[in-house]
């Protein structure tokens, strides 16, 4: 048996385009376009390609990019009143402040900060709390895109067994309860837990977000599982001085076991762009006091 390869990038510009469609639509309802502001503190590299994407992602999509660099020895304050500003500006929809921030500002205290209708990142506690009870709000992006391939892949969740492996507040976390949500039996483990290998192979569905390269093994798997990757890794490659991105998942072992397994990279990667493109979209929305379309 070989593995159905899940196409993260096609998901994610099916996604993107629809979003892009319910945007003209909401502009021709409202007048205005969508906004997403996101901000970055310093000049760590990966943070500043993030954001320019994000930014161009917005564009494309016909959404209003609202971009907030400042420089690295910006303090608490000002970033607490630039989040102010924008949680006060009726052109802002979405608010997005890039992690990690420098070491010297509290993350969680600009979280915090955060109107919990624009936290389009899902981070909030008044998010996490409703994501918990059922009620509406906002879903970490990369979370809510691995449910979405899960979904096409299984229409149906409802009695399957599922592994999370990881327990995040950014994906493991929220990964579980959508899966709750939608009536899986659910089973949250992490690099601590014993027999790993035993707990893994009972899963239907096994999501792998432990940021350890590579770490589940083809062997630990039940055969025909569908498997979703969010790990990302870059550890060296076969030639000398080069490195490549790997998941949490032993990818080759994987194809020969799983009924379905998304590729690192190119699996959930893309897919978290475009849930953050729907997020936004969904909050402008709400804060017309419309109701989101079908199908996002």
């Known amino acids: 048996m070989t593995a159905t390869i899940i196409d993260g990038k096609a998901h994610a510009l099916a996604l993107r385009t629809r979003v892009a469609a319910h945007v003209a639509t909401f502009r021709e309802a409202t007048g205005r376009a969508p906004g997403l502001a996101v901000v970055l503190v310093g000049e760590d590299p990966a943070s500043a390609v993030y ?115 990881g327990r995040s507040n950014i994906v493991g976390k929220p990964m579980a309860q959508l899966l709750l949500a939608e009536s899986c039996t659910v089973t949250i483990a992490h690099s601590r837990t014993h027999n790993l290998p035993e707990v893994v192979s009972r899963a239907d569905i096994v999501v792998a977000a432990v940021g350890r390269p590579e770490m589940v093994k083809g062997d630990w798997l039940k055969p025909g599982a569908t498997v979703i990757d969010v790990g990302i890794n870059r550890v060296p490659a076969d030639e000398e001085g080069k490195t490549k991105l790997v998941g949490d998942v032993d990818f080759a072992q994987a194809l020969s076991v799983a009924g379905a397994v998304t590729p690192v990279p190119g699996g959930v990667g893309p897919m978290t762009i475009a849930v953050l493109l729907r997020n936004a979209l969904v909050a402008a929305y709400r804060r017309e006091g419309l109701e989101p379309p079908e199908g996002l």
Do not use: Y
């Not at 971009?67 to 303090?75: Q, V």
């Not at 009620?135 to 009695?159: K, Q, R």
């Open 51 to 165: 954001v320019r994407n994000k930014g161009k992602a917005t564009r494309d999509a016909g959404m209003a990019s609202f971009e907030h660099r400042l420089p690295a020895d910006t303090d608490a304050a000002t970033l607490l009143a630039l989040v102010a500003q924008l949680n006060a500006d009726p052109a802002v929809d979405g608010i997005l402040v890039q992690l990690p921030l420098p070491a010297h500002i509290d993350a969680e205290a600009v979280l915090l900060a955060i109107d919990p209708d624009k936290d389009v990142d899902g981070f909030h506690p008044v998010n996490a709390g409703r994501l918990a009870i059922g009620a509406e709000g906002f879903v970490p992006c990369t979370p809510l895109g691995c449910l979405m391939l899960l979904e096409d892949i299984h229409p149906n969740l409802s009695g399957m067994e599922a592994v999370v492996v």
